[in-house]
Nanobody, 123 residues
Framework: QVQLVESGGGLVQAGGSLKLSCALS????????TGWFRQASGKEREFVAAIRWSDTTYYTNYADSVKGRFTISRDNAKNMVYLQMNSLKSEDTGVYYCAAGGYSSDPKTYDYWGQGTQVIVFS
């Protein structure tokens, strides 16, 4: 079993930045690929970014809507996953979820989910 706890959400003006954190705990968490998803009110959950690694090489995957603005990273020593969000837009508003077990954009491929952290971007 893997537990995930997100933090770092909040209210930010358009054009600003936020950094989300996700703390992983449980057995062999360093083996799990991880990703971020978001869900706006009244909409389906959508993929944001994912990260996996092989030895010391990290591979990342981003939704087109966030490429060049968001950066996913991971600190395996601390069992943390981060999402640095820059140049935020109002359409980035939503609840952001950390997930473990997958790498694709399909949320069904992920086994574990956090409770989410709210991000609100205002103009």
């Amino acid at each position: 079993q893997v537990q995930l706890v997100e933090s770092g959400g909040g209210l930010v003006q358009a054009g600003g930045s936020l950094k989300l954190s996700c703390a992983l705990s449980g057995r062999t968490v360093s083996n799990y690929r991880t990703g971020w998803f978001r869900q706006a009110s009244g909409k389906e959950r959508e993929f944001v970014a994912a990260i996996r690694w092989s030895d010391t090489t990290y591979y990342t995957n981003y939704a087109d809507s966030v490429k060049g603005r968001f950066t996913i990273s991971r600190d395996n020593a601390k069992n943390m996953v981060y999402l640095q969000m820059n140049s935020l837009k109002s359409e980035d508003t939503g609840v952001y979820y950390c997930a473990a077990g997958g790498y694709s954009s399909d949320p069904k491929t992920y086994d574990y989910w956090g409770q989410g952290t709210q991000v609100i971007v205002f103009s």
